[in-house]
């Protein structure tokens, strides 16, 4: 048993925590063993019954407070019984205290201590203490009234107290090692979180896209920057840009860490397949939609998807729910295109639209993250600043405005807890001309797109044999 | 509560009363839904942030609320937020109204 107190916490971790406890435990056990050598001390008065009884009843106390609780680690007593059982030896000693003295009074504080520790509340010591104290001075009160003389203490009154501190001492030093044992326990799953979290950050990290791509004319930079280790926002790159169809899309799932991460990757992997099976932005978006509805318990994504036509610089944007994306060509437009986000209601359907891209022209893609990117005082970045950044650096390169772009937000955030996933993607057409082709040409073409990036050749991908159909119907 | 409810004249007004919509505060207002009338306004007036578990509630409530042939309004709402209602396509279910052109509803 007393192996057993002496060990409650782990002694490979928390030093200091394990000499603490030590400390209170050893305390105990001296005290008590004081307390009984004076009681039976040669030399002591004659012991008249009421030691006797001081004695029997602090032991009692004792023996429930260390032997209680190890029969509750045992699981010999359950909580409430060991509660039933410090009522009824509560019982006893306040009407001990009667016959034998008032300071056994004393011995119920290792109990209410006992108590307040099995509810792991601090708090509730204080206040049954605070009770008790008032039931004894009213018990007084009356027992004054009706004339009751309770016995003083004396000299047995302090082998009581002795008894009940060291009983005090043992309870709060089971206290204190249950205490320590949690909070070596939260450190520990603390730790294998984060370690988690990490792994899962390195994952998700390796999973993304590349964040920069330059092909012919076309060049394209994307930074995301979660709120937390994994995040909700996503970019995705349907093969290829320069010469031949191009899809770009951005998404944003609702909420933020590991269910954000999961959505986000259950969302791209079936916008990878409904996008090589279709062209159109809007139909793409109308399958993932309809996809995700029989997924039970799905969250909101909004997501916008565009594709580039380069043989005739048009871009097509479907949009549910995303951030209007901002066109950049010495004046500043946004694309007005709203939608439901996806994950709300199956009976939706997308609008598309369509755009020349001139040359010297880029497409700015965002999540909310940037505008709702707060201060330290709760003030927005919001849509005007991100705008007016953007003509400030709208000269430069996809990465070096990407860079500009972040230092804005946070020379805004002041190193303010960042609120949200921050995902921003430039899409930039080259002021030179690009390359004419053919339609002959665009099957070998994008055979070559596919090759550069790794990825399952056109044969296995029924959306490139559509798109030689569709694009004739184009030109 | 999040939440003020008056009862009009087959109207009800909403009133949000937390600084931001958040998960916890949109359930609140979707356990309102079952007191709306024939028209609903939604009042935005101490909203200051809605994140997207607020943005994803409240578009659930409203096309509910919509397929049930009730109308709905939300009126002070923010610059910013009358941008993202655009983006989500809230403004096709809970058009934006002038708080004035409500009063009169409630009040008839």
């Known amino acids: 048993m007393l192996d057993d107190l002496w060990n409650t916490p782990k002694k490979n971790k928390g030093l200091t925590d394990v000499r603490l406890y030590q400390l209170a435990v050893g305390l105990a056990i001296v005290t008590t063993l004081l307390a009984v050598g004076i009681a039976l001390f040669p030399g002591n008065k004659t012991t008249p019954w009421t030691i006797w009884l001081q004695i029997g009843v602090a032991g009692l106390v004792f023996a429930f407070t260390v032997g209680g609780d190890n029969l509750t680690k045992q699981g010999k007593l359950d909580s409430r019984s060991w509660l039933i059982l410090a009522g009824i030896i509560c019982t006893i000693v306040f009407i001990s205290s009667f016959f034998a003295g008032d300071y056994l009074n004393i011995l119920l504080a290792p109990i209410l201590v006992g108590v307040g520790q099995r509810r792991g509340d601090g708090r509730l010591i204080i206040y049954l203490s605070l009770s008790t104290a008032g039931l004894i001075l009213l018990v007084h009160i009356l027992f004054l009234l009706v004339g009751w003389q309770i016995p003083q203490s004396d000299e047995q009154g302090t082998i009581a107290s002795i008894i009940a501190l060291s009983g005090v001492g043992l309870s709060l030093a089971t206290f204190l090692g249950t205490h320590f044992k949690l909070v070596e326990t939260y450190r520990e799953e603390a730790a294998s979180k984060a370690s988690e979290m990490e792994v899962a950050h390195d994952i998700q990290t390796s999973l993304m896209p590349p964040s920069e791509i330059v092909t012919g004319n076309w060049s394209m930079a994307a930074r995301s920057i979660p709120a937390r280790d994994v995040g909700g926002d996503f970019y995705e790159y349907i093969p290829y840009l320069d010469k031949g169809i191009g899809g770009i899309a951005i998404g944003d799932v609702a909420g933020k860490g590991i269910p954000a991460a999961l959505q986000m990757a259950v969302v791209r992997t079936v916008f990878r397949i409904e996008a090589r099976r279709r062209i159109f932005p809007a139909e793409t978006l109308y399958s993932v939609n309809m996809a995700l509805q029989a997924e039970r318990s799905f969250g909101m994504v909004t997501m916008l998807y565009a594709f580039v036509d380069p043989a005739t610089s048009t871009l097509h944007v479907a949009n549910a729910g995303h951030n209007f994306p901002i066109i950049l060509n010495g004046k500043m437009d946004e694309v007005r295109l709203p939608g439901l986000p996806l994950g709300i209601d199956d009976s939706v359907e997308y609008d598309e639209r369509q755009m020349k891209i001139a040359p010297g022209t880029s497409v700015i893609f965002y999540t909310d993250g940037v505008v709702e990117a707060m201060d330290a005082n709760g003030e927005m970045y919001g849509f005007e600043n991100f705008r007016d950044a953007i003509m400030r650096y709208q000269n430069l390169e996809p990465r070096d405005m990407l860079d500009v772009l972040f230092k804005e937000i946070s020379d805004f955030t002041q190193g303010a807890a960042q609120s949200d996933d921050i995902t921003v993607l430039i899409l930039q057409y080259a002021r030179v001309e690009s390359e004419e082709i053919s339609p002959e040409d665009y099957g070998q073409k994008v055979d070559e797109m596919f090759a550069s990036v790794n990825r399952v050749p056109h044969e296995e991908e029924p959306m490139l044999e559509g798109f030689e159909e569709e694009s004739v119907n184009w030109i | 509560m999040a939440l003020k409810i008056e009862q009009g004249n087959d109207v009800t007004m909403i009133h ?29 007036g101490s909203v200051l942030f809605i994140n997207s578990a607020g943005i994803s509630a409240l578009l659930k409530l409203v096309i509910e609320a919509r397929k049930q042939g009730k109308k709905l309004f939300a009126v002070n709402v923010t610059a910013h937020h009358r941008k993202v209602f655009e983006m989500v396509d809230m403004l096709r279910y809970m058009p934006i109204a002038k708080p004035d052109d409500m009063l009169p509803l409630m009040k008839s």
């Open chain 2, 16 to 44: 949000i009363l937390n600084d931001s919509v958040d998960a916890v505060s949109a359930r609140e207002i979707s356990a309102a839904g079952n007191q709306m009338q024939g028209t609903t306004v939604l009042d935005f």
